[in-house]
């Protein structure tokens, strides 16, 4: 079965522009979270999706969001970038509701630098 | 809040045994998860306690107090392949993670 896939891998903005991140999800998965990794930070919470419905969201301005299409695959976006966005981020996606008991199986990041 | 502290870095030699704690301070949480992740790639499942003691799987085990608030994961026979980033995470929702523990493994 194939795993969690995102793309793209990395990319290069500048300030001010906007960015759109994908994730698709394992198949079968219906729940896709989406963190924000720095080295100073470690990995903060963006956004919880089941069903196509947000059902958690993280303490990120109002720039930073997202989505959940019918066949499970996620989006993100951020818009007008500051340089402080730049960090790897990641989506995992689990089996079923979000309850704090289902694994979360984590994609490979895309790798976002702000110049 | 949920606040979960880890040791920053640690490291120990090839062939013995480590020990990575992660303590906590909440309210109340579902399990607590640990992930492994290498450096550039993305956490990987290691382990899931949800009752109090040792879950063993081969040379990784965790281990869960919740009265005391602590749990730590045990490395046994490091290989030089075990360096890497050991996070701890609180099973609620949504997940929250501690900052990582970063282990070097020397020869």
């Known amino acids: 079965k194939a795993g969690v896939t995102q793309t793209p891998r990395y990319l290069i903005k500048t300030r001010g522009q906007q960015v759109t991140l994908s994730c698709s999800p394992i198949s079968g998965h219906r729940s896709v979270s989406w963190y924000q990794q720095t080295p100073g930070q470690g990995l903060q919470f963006l956004f919880e999706?089941?069903?196509?419905?947000?059902?958690n969201k993280g303490n990120f301005p109002g720039r930073f969001s997202g989505r959940q299409f019918s066949n499970s695959r996620s989006e993100m976006n951020v818009s007008t970038l500051e340089l402080g966005d730049s960090a790897l981020y990641l989506c995992a996606s689990s089996l079923t509701v979000p309850r704090g008991t289902d694994t979360q199986y984590f994609g490979p990041g895309t790798r976002l630098t702000v110049l | 809040g949920q606040n979960i502290d880890q040791p920053t870095e640690m490291t120990a030699t090839e062939g013995a045994i480590v020990q990575i704690n992660c303590t906590y301070q909440t309210s109340g949480f579902n399990g607590l998860f640990w992930y492994q992740q290498h450096a550039g790639e993305a956490p990987t499942f290691l382990s899931y306690n949800v009752l109090d003691g040792l879950e063993e799987k081969g040379r990784f085990s965790s281990f869960l107090s919740r009265s005391k608030g602590y749990s730590y994961l045990l490395l046994k026979e490091l290989q030089m392949k075990d360096s890497a980033s050991y996070l701890c995470?609180?099973?609620?929702?949504?997940?929250?993670f501690g900052k990582g523990t970063r282990l070097s493994v020397i020869a």
């Open positions: 995470a609180l099973g609620n929702t949504p997940l929250v």
């Open positions: 999706y089941f069903s196509e419905t947000q059902r």
